[in-house]
């Protein structure tokens, strides 16, 4: 059961570079979401969706781009990346109706700008 | 807005011991409460969860929680911690009036049991 699968696992890009986070789930769930966890402050939510052609905005969206093209592909986009993004970052899926309350967690990504 | 607080930073305890990891929440309505437990460089895994009903829950690996609404706290419990308990653990919450399913996380919690 493959479940959330994240690509890349790590990363290291310098400063102003741009690249894509990729989060892949096989159980045909409509919501998806990406977290970034940062040392004591838990995870917070950067964007979401809640369908296919949807996204909205999290409560970090800044620097950040999100598509999700087809249903099970959430793509999170960083156009120029900077220090300050320098974290973990987790996607998520989850059911809808009240199952939509359990949120299905990727493996992550480890993110180092430099 | 919805707010949670994990006290602690983190909790050590004897295996064997009980079990407490604290976490108390704000929210403007009614909340869904959860915890998720994080193993070492893993996503996080669900452990239980308090939707409506019966107010002590029962989730996981032996994990408990007893919601308490006068208290608005949504405590973690296990009668007896084993070693492969030591882990990260994030209470969340969501408000019931968010169609979303966005989750508030706490900080988290270091769990480390001592054999």
């Known amino acids: 059961n493959a479940g959330v699968t994240q690509t890349p696992k790590f990363r290291v890009l310098k400063t102003g570079q741009s690249m894509t986070l990729l989060c892949a789930q096989d159980m045909n769930h409509e919501y998806m979401y990406w977290y970034r966890q940062d040392p004591g402050m838990g995870l917070r939510l950067i964007h979401y969706?809640?369908?296919?052609?949807?996204?909205a905005k999290g409560e970090v969206p800044d620097g950040y781009n999100v598509s999700r093209l087809k249903k099970q592909n959430f793509l999170l986009g960083l156009e120029s990346a900077a220090p300050s993004q320098t974290s973990v970052y987790f996607c998520a899926s989850s059911y809808g109706g009240l199952a939509k309350n359990i949120q299905y967690f990727g493996a992550g990504t480890r993110l180092s700008v430099l | 807005a919805q707010s949670v607080a994990q006290p602690e930073d983190q909790v050590n305890v004897a295996e064997g011991n009980p079990l407490t990891v604290k976490c108390t929440y704000s929210v403007s309505g009614n909340p869904y409460l959860f915890w998720y437990v994080q193993y070492p460089n893993r996503g996080l895994q669900f452990l239980l969860k308090?939707?409506?009903?019966?107010?002590l829950v029962k989730g996981s690996y032996g994990f408990e929680a007893e919601f308490n609404k006068s208290q608005t706290s949504f405590h973690l419990k296990k009668p007896s911690a084993l070693v492969s308990d030591s882990a990260l653990y994030f209470c969340a919450v969501r408000d019931r009036s968010d169609s979303w399913g966005k989750l508030q996380f706490g900080a988290g919690t270091q769990v480390v049991v001592t054999p």
């Open positions: 969706s809640v369908g296919e052609g949807t996204t």
């Open positions: 308090y939707i409506t009903g019966d107010n």
